[in-house]
């Protein structure tokens, strides 16, 4: 048995908490996910892990196993990686999940300017609003903008997004333009958003000066989608906080008008986040660095402070 691979599944088997999902990140039969961990247990004498239909979970030796294995498995990567040229031609694949709109408007238009800079990395996109289990997805990294709710990970501020009051030309002539934000309260529908991860819906955020207004409703839909955020309200489904990059396109084809100009929103945060456990490899530090610089060059984004 090859000591090394074995430890690698063992690693990914504990991230995953499905052998199932293991060997389906590791391009793996499941039944040599399973021999593997056997022998493993067999040649330490004892149990790595309890095993049930629907899960794993890690023994006392097991987890104390994993830690001692992650740092070693970390480095025998670095020593790899100082001996070869990975550092400045790094190479492999790479999985990064980010939001449906950045994706759209600011990777995936310039994706083909990293493959040029780095031909030998191949990024798996993973494209939703929905926040990802970093570890047991297998990811190596991911783009989110909003406040970090998990402490544990590690993150980049690479930029922020700045946020516009629009609605569509149809809107505005069946209901009116408001003149302020409480108008919206009172004669007026919203689009609302709402997380993907915890249902919570967020409000219209105003603010001038010293003056801060949250409008929650009225609405008539809600979505947990970026993009389908923004169709909604070219649809004339209500007003809408969108961000300038979205509104763009929308503001130059006059399918949606910016109201309010004086009130502006709180900007919000863009992150890179990767797992604090995974060793930040050429690939994932190039991806990570290039995005910065993607974001710092973009003229729809606020620079990091």
């Not at 070693?72 to 400045?88: C, G, K, P, W």
């Not at 990024?123 to 709710?149: A, H, P, Q, Y």
């Not at 919203?190 to 929650?216: A, C």
């Not at 109201?259 to 992150?271: A, F, K």
Request: hydrophobic residues 40%; glycine residues 6%.
């Amino acid at each position: 048995m090859d000591q090394i691979q074995a430890m690698r599944i063992f690693v990914r088997v504990v991230e995953a908490g499905t052998f199932t999902k293991a060997a389906g990140s590791l391009s793996l039969p499941k039944a040599t996910v399973t021999k593997h961990v056997q022998g493993l247990e067999e040649r330490l004498r004892v149990k790595l892990l309890n095993r049930t239909t629907r899960r794993v979970t890690v023994t006392p030796d097991g987890a104390s196993y994993y830690e001692r294995t992650i740092r070693l498995l970390i480095d025998l990567d670095d020593i790899e990686a100082s001996m070869t040229t990975a550092r400045s031609n790094p190479r492999g694949r790479l999985r990064v999940d980010v939001g449906a709109s950045t994706a759209q408007l600011l990777i995936l238009p310039n994706i083909g300017e990293f493959h040029t800079r780095f031909p030998d990395i191949q990024v798996d996109l993973g494209v939703s609003d929905r926040m990802v289990d970093l570890i047991s997805d297998n990811v190596d990294c991911v783009i989110r903008g909003g406040e970090l709710t998990d402490q544990s990970l590690v993150a980049r501020r690479i930029g922020n997004f700045e946020f516009i009051t629009v609605a569509s030309p149809e809107y505005l002539a069946r209901y009116g333009t408001p003149t302020h934000p409480l108008a919206i309260e009172e004669n007026h529908n919203i689009v609302v958003y709402f997380s993907p991860k915890t249902g919570r819906h967020y409000p219209l955020e105003f603010r001038k000066g010293e003056e801060s207004i949250s409008i929650s409703g009225p609405y008539k839909v809600s979505v947990n989608e970026s993009n389908a955020y923004v169709t909604a309200a070219v649809s004339g489904l209500g007003i809408a906080q969108i961000t300038s990059d979205q509104a763009m396109h929308h503001l130059e084809n006059k399918t949606l008008v910016r109201i309010l100009p004086e009130w502006t929103q709180p900007l919000l945060p863009i992150y890179v986040v990767y797992p604090p456990n995974r060793h930040l490899s050429a690939k994932v530090r190039a991806f990570v660095d290039w995005t910065a610089e993607l974001t710092q060059r973009s003229p729809h984004l606020q620079r990091a402070t």
